[in-house]
C-alpha cells in the first residue's frame, strides 16, 4: 500500500448546491457533490468529526429579490 504526503488545506461547503471542494497542499482539488440531502448531511458530518475546524469554510449563500 503506498501512502502519499498530501494534505488537506482548505475544505469549501456549498450548502445550497450540496458540494465540497477539497484543496490539497500540493494544489490539486476535488469536488464532492451530493445527490441527496442525506448523503450530504453524512459528508458534512463526517468533516465536522475529522478535520481540522481551522480550515473549514462555508460558501456565503446567494439570494435574491423579485
Same mark, same amino acid.
Given at each position: %500500500?503506498? $501512502? !502519499? /504526503?498530501?494534505?488537506?488545506?482548505?475544505?469549501?461547503?456549498?450548502?445550497?448546491?450540496?458540494? =465540497? %471542494?477539497? $484543496? !490539497? /497542499?500540493?494544489?490539486?482539488?476535488?469536488?464532492?457533490?451530493?445527490?441527496?440531502?442525506?448523503? =450530504? %448531511?453524512?459528508?458534512?458530518?463526517?468533516?465536522?468529526?475529522?478535520?481540522?475546524?481551522?480550515?473549514?469554510?462555508?460558501?456565503?449563500?446567494?439570494?435574491?429579490?423579485?
Amino acid at each position: %500500500m503506498t $501512502y !502519499s /504526503d498530501e494534505f488537506l488545506e482548505n475544505i469549501t461547503i456549498d450548502v445550497c448546491k450540496k458540494t =465540497f %471542494m477539497l $484543496y !490539497s /497542499d500540493d494544489g490539486q482539488k476535488r469536488k464532492v457533490k451530493c445527490d441527496t440531502t442525506q448523503q =450530504f %448531511m453524512d459528508v458534512l458530518q463526517l468533516i465536522n468529526n475529522s478535520a481540522d475546524p481551522r480550515i473549514v469554510e462555508y460558501t456565503d449563500i446567494t439570494t435574491t429579490e423579485d
